[in-house]
């Protein structure tokens, strides 16, 4: 029995539109947009896999004008432009295609629809089954008993399968009928006229009663009313519409079905492409064998399995690997060891390098020189098993992290592909992810490890280069990488908790959710379940007829921005929002802090996400400890639980003034708020000064409340609705007020025109210290997606060079208390403040020492400002 043949044919400029709408823009790193790549990718992947086809065509428009202009030379006429965003990614779309042999062809003088029409009428009468793949539905006229047109509806993956039952099914018409019925109502996207006043309905009413447009123009007589005036008046219009939507079967191409054979894809073709494009999702899917079932085929790649730990293994120079078994490494065993050096490939189980003396005294040794992945991640796992690792010389997480913060690495493999690199396994193929991940057989292992060493020698070279071309080897040599060390050190060390003290919060806040639930309920006139939002909406809407703000899916929405619009209303609001943030005080805090303390050294060891925001800030995890909220007392409170590790230390903490005012300040050189802050003026009172033309006694505290929200307001990227929303006030007052600030300080205002400038011509913006952000979006067609861009390429050097600055003083601080021999320890990093515990005769060195060196960790036009306070606790020393 013959193997069935099946015609797969993809209008390729209808599914590339389809795609490009349907997804948000999206970037790489080279600030190209791929969305319509991606969807095209998506859908193509799904045609493969359920089509299975043996002859595949994927055909695109030549050109503007087409021979049916000759008939109708506005035809097409008023379509608006291609947004270049689309028009860019057609290349690549191309290449795509070739990546995976994937026949595509164009035409001169003639439509996609007309290379589909003709292949798919040619495969017919060659006993072929076929299937077109458009959002096109001029295209269901192809049907037919072998061909079934797919249309794409909502999104891009579903479809709505056209053959002549359905068709006949969803208007009572044959495929053929639908020239007839294009005829009659024409089509706006094509700018066919059709007959004026005949729509879907009724030119289907028709053709069911005289079968086509000749016929019915032959009946007129038949007809009265304004449908047949219409009908004699649009005559011409109906003949020369129905050829403008009739496909061309007829095409003369150039090629022949034996051309579109189609024997499927070589995975290796695709995955540079999809490296370039920056597909890290498909690239994981490529690499772990998901396509096929199989992994992909490897090099054989030798390496020594060590038996026991030898000197050649032990070189100056070396990658080296460690394989930390869970994600929080403070609580968790490591899996395995690789080093890669001149002398070959080596892999060392755990048990026994951490039983060899020679390899914790090389790991220990900061003379021998050690390129690793994530190095505060694995000095930390190290310094938990008691093993040292010193001399780390690279880190290729920090180094990839600098280059392009929006390109996440979350392992190896993934940066790996990133960079053009193959041979790596992700861990999730590896080990399984949730409750089937295990670690495999000591040979499997030792190959992903060795792998991974093996790609990790590779990226060094490539990054290095890289850093030295973008001008960021310093922040990367002289900022994050000794940063790394510190937080190393800041994660180890921990910060003491009172569990006692914490439990009786926690007890103390038990008892106000009952007092708040009673009143609350007592407000409401009877009981309810206050965490449930369909009864909470029913007492606040029904029963106690408050007036609803918006409605969801579900019934009436109770967010908390809902619940503060109803504050005015009624007392019951204000008491629901206040037992909501006791509520999430009592779990997330309280009873979260209790579950992550050591149970051996009685606090907490957060960890810091140094290669995670774009702007270079710091942000914590297990636990956060800068979310901690600080609005209520009750939440300021949970910072008495935050004490010295030593019985009579004190805790010290120190933080910047105003910093990103200051940087703004120095970055766009504005004298009004150099002045101010050279003179140590309340920088809010100058600003309503300023802009509202008045002295300072005559400064009142809404004006000082006004003008505060719009200083930070800047830095953050303000807009008109974004203050309008903060101060209660019109989005009109407060584009007012905005206008009335950039007029009295026009440093800022040029500052903020000459930095998106600047973005638009680089594709990035840069930090006082070289830190870069990628913004493609900021030359987007799209509104909303440059507006963005905008706001973010004017707050990132702001934001960013104040995140630079405190990972500085960090620095400089851990140099100080090792030169000055002091046992004060750096504990927490939190937003713009510095958090230390210290023995009390120590303290008066601090007092000078930590501003001194704060204040002078970038030396700025203007003057940088630290605030100190300490006592027995967190909450004490503020």
């Not at 180890?492 to 309920?521: P, Y």
């Not at 505060?708 to 309008?724: E, M, R």
């Amino acid at each position: 029995m013959l193997d069935k043949k099946k015609m797969v044919l993809i209008d390729g400029n209808s599914i590339a539109y389809r795609a490009f709408f349907a997804l948000p823009l999206l970037n790489n790193d080279k600030g190209v947009h791929t969305n319509a790549i991606y969807g095209f990718t998506m859908i193509l992947m799904k045609i493969l896999e359920e089509e299975n086809p043996t002859h595949m065509l994927v055909a695109f428009d030549a050109g503007k004008t087409t021979f049916r202009h000759k008939t109708y030379s506005e035809y097409k006429g008023g379509r608006q432009k291609t947004p270049p965003e689309l028009s860019e990614q057609f290349p690549f779309i191309h290449e795509l295609l070739d990546a995976y042999k994937i026949p595509r062809y164009q035409l001169e003088n003639f439509e996609a629809d007309d290379i589909i029409g003709t292949f798919s009428k040619k495969a017919e009468e060659d006993g072929f089954e076929v299937k077109i793949i458009s959002g096109d539905k001029d295209l269901t006229q192809l049907a037919s008993d072998r061909t079934t047109v797919s249309i794409t509806k909502k999104g891009i993956t579903e479809v709505d399968s056209y053959t002549p039952a359905f068709i006949e099914e969803k208007y009572g018409l044959s495929p053929s009928q639908i020239i007839d019925m294009k005829g009659l109502m024409g089509d706006s996207s094509d700018n066919i006229p059709g007959v004026q006043g005949v729509g879907e309905k009724t030119a289907i009413k028709l053709l069911k009663e005289y079968g086509s447009v000749e016929k019915l123009l032959e009946s007129l007589d038949e007809l009265k009313g304004k449908l047949k005036e219409r009908l004699e008046t649009h005559r011409e219009d109906a003949v020369m519409s129905k050829e403008l939507a009739t496909i061309n079967t007829e095409a003369p191409l150039e090629i022949t079905i034996e051309n579109l054979t189609y024997s499927g894809y070589d995975p290796k073709l695709v995955l540079p492409v999809f490296r370039e494009l920056g597909f890290k999702t498909l690239i994981d899917k490529f690499d772990t064998g998901a396509e096929t079932g199989e992994p992909e085929e490897e090099e054989d790649l030798p390496f020594e399995t060590a038996e026991a730990v030898t000197a050649e293994m032990l070189t100056d120079d070396a990658v080296l690997v460690v394989e930390v078994w869970n994600e929080n490494y403070h609580r968790s065993a490591i899996a395995g060891f690789a080093i890669i050096n001149e002398n070959g490939r080596y892999y060392l189980p755990y048990e026994l390098a951490a039983e060899s003396q020679e390899f914790k005294q090389w790991a220990a040794d900061e003379n021998k020189r050690k390129t690793v992945f994530d190095a505060k991640r694995s000095i930390v796992a190290l310094k938990w098993q008691g093993i040292e690792l010193e001399g780390v010389d690279f880190d290729i997480l920090l180094a990839s992290y600098i280059l392009d913060a929006s390109q996440t690495a979350d392992d190896v493999a993934g940066l790996a592909r990133l960079k053009g690199i193959s041979g790596t396994k992700t861990d999730e193929a590896v080990y399984s992810k949730g409750a089937k991940r295990k670690l495999p057989e000591q040979e499997l292992l030792a190959d992903h490890l060795v792998r991974k060493g093996e790609a990790l020698k590779k990226l060094r070279d490539i990054l290095e280069k890289e850093l030295h071309e973008n001008d960021q080897y310093d922040l990367y040599h002289d900022l994050e990488m000794p940063l790394a060390l510190i937080l190393a050190e800041m994660e180890a060390t921990g910060v003491k908790v009172d569990t006692h003290r914490l439990k009786e919060m926690g007890a103390e806040l038990t008892k106000k959710l009952q007092a708040l639930e009673n009143k609350i309920h007592g407000l409401a006139g009877e009981a309810f379940n206050i965490n449930s939002p369909k009864q909470l909406g029913v007492i606040l809407f029904e029963k106690l007829e408050l007036p609803p703000v918006k409605k969801t899916k579900t019934g009436y929405s109770t967010s908390a921005d809902v619940l503060e619009k109803l504050a005015d209303h009624h007392e019951i609001a204000e008491q629901i929002l206040l037992y909501r943030q006791i509520g999430k005080l009592q779990s997330t805090y309280i009873e979260g802090l209790l579950k992550v303390v050591h149970e051996d050294s009685q606090k907490v060891h957060t960890r810091f996400n140094q290669a995670l925001t774009q702007t270079g800030r710091l942000s914590s995890t297990d636990p956060n400890l800068q979310n901690i909220p600080i609005r209520l007392e009750e939440g300021r409170k949970i910072r008495e639980a935050f004490i010295p590790s030593k019985e009579g230390w004190v805790i010290f903490a120190a933080d910047y003034s105003q910093i990103e005012l200051r940087v703004l300040a120095h970055i766009a050189q504005d004298k009004n708020l150099m002045e101010a802050f050279k003179n140590d003026m309340d920088v809010h009172t100058k600003t309503a000064m300023d802009v509202f033309h008045v002295g300072h006694d005559e400064v009142t505290s809404n004006m000082r409340r006004q003008a505060k929200a719009v200083n930070f307001g800047i830095v953050y990227g303000i807009s008109d609705y974004g203050l309008s929303q903060s101060l209660g006030i019109t989005r009109k007052e407060a584009g007012e007020f905005i206008s009335r600030y950039l007029e009295s300080f026009d440093g800022v205002r040029e500052y903020m025109d000459e930095i998106v400038r600047e973005a638009k011509q680089k594709g990035y913006v840069s930090t006082l210290l070289q830190r870069r952000r990628y913004l493609p979006e900021i030359t987007s067609r799209n509104f909303n997606l440059r507006s963005f861009a905008e706001r973010t390429a004017m707050n990132t050097p702001i934001q960013g060079s104040a995140a630079d600055i405190i990972k500085k003083a960090m620095i400089d601080m851990a140099r100080e208390l090792e030169e000055q021999k002091l046992q004060t320890n750096l504990l927490l990093q939190v937003h713009d403040e510095l958090i230390f515990e210290a023995p009390p005769e120590e303290i008066e060195i601090l007092k000078k020492l930590v501003p001194q060196v704060m204040e002078h960790a970038v030396e700025l036009d203007v003057p940088l400002k630290v605030d100190y306070s300490y006592g027995s606790s967190w909450y004490d020393a503020k």
